[in-house]
């Protein structure tokens, strides 16, 4: 049974490029949520997928942008990248509401430079 | 400002030892919270929950308690072993109609020795 899988696993951008990072839910799942994990930080919540639409968002510019496609897969957008946007990108999906039930990627890793 | 905290960055323990781990949180409106453990190049683990309305839930080593007065949870690891070396995250959420986020702490770092 595959888990969540992430593309691609390691990035190198230069500032000001964008980026758009892949997401594969786990087999069931049709909730998807992003996190950025910054070194040595825990993962901050970014959005949430649900039937194609954004359902809840963090504290994170407009410059983060995402979209849900109908085999419940995803993909974050990063406009005007940042030296600071340089992360651990981790998808994590869900059923439904399921507080608890997510399933974490091993994330991509975008550096800024 | 950080809603969940966990204020030991590291901690170290013997094989066969107790591990507690530690987290506060600020905001009383959290009403589930959780530990993850993550290992490099990995994704974060879910690892053992707790609702608000419980002070106590154990899974085989592992035990969480929460103390809502307190606004504070602690996991114990009994006992420990080398595998579990690891940085564990606890995380906290609220339930609400949009969906639910997670709330997570910085981490701390667990090295077990043998």
């Known amino acids: 049974d595959a888990g969540v899988t992430q593309s691609p696993t390691h990035l190198i951008k230069t500032r000001g490029q964008q980026v758009t990072l892949r997401c594969s839910p786990k087999?069931?799942?049709?909730?998807v949520s992003w996190y950025q994990q910054a070194l040595g930080q825990g993962p901050q919540f970014i959005f949430q997928?649900?039937?194609?639409?954004?359902?809840q968002r963090g504290n994170f510019p407009d410059r983060f942008s995402g979209h849900q496609f109908p085999n419940y897969s995803s993909e974050l957008n990063v406009n005007a990248l940042l030296l600071g946007d340089s992360a651990l990108y981790l998808c994590a999906s869900s059923f439904g509401q399921a507080s608890g039930g997510y399933t974490f990627g091993s994330g991509t890793r975008l550096t800024v430079v | 400002d950080q809603q969940v905290k966990q204020n030991s960055p590291s901690l170290s323990v013997q094989e066969g030892r107790i591990s507690i781990l530690n987290c506060d949180y600020t905001?009383?409106?959290?009403?589930?919270f959780l530990w993850y453990k993550k290992y490099p190049a990995e994704g974060p683990t879910f690892l053992i929950s707790?609702?608000?309305?419980?002070d106590k839930n154990e899974d085989g080593r592992f035990t969480v308690f929460l103390n809502k007065s307190a606004k504070h949870l602690s996991l114990h690891i009994v006992p420990s072993q080398p595998g579990d070396s690891a940085v564990y995250f606890c995380?906290?959420?609220?339930?609400?109609?949009?969906?639910?986020?997670?709330?997570f702490g910085k981490g701390t770092t667990l090295s077990v020795s043998s």
């Open positions: 707790i609702s608000s309305i419980k």
């Open positions: 995380a906290a959420s609220y339930l609400n109609q949009a969906g639910t986020a997670l709330i």
């Open positions: 087999s069931g799942h049709d909730t």
């Open positions: 905001n009383s409106m959290f009403d589930y």
């Open positions: 997928y649900y039937e194609e639409e954004e359902r």
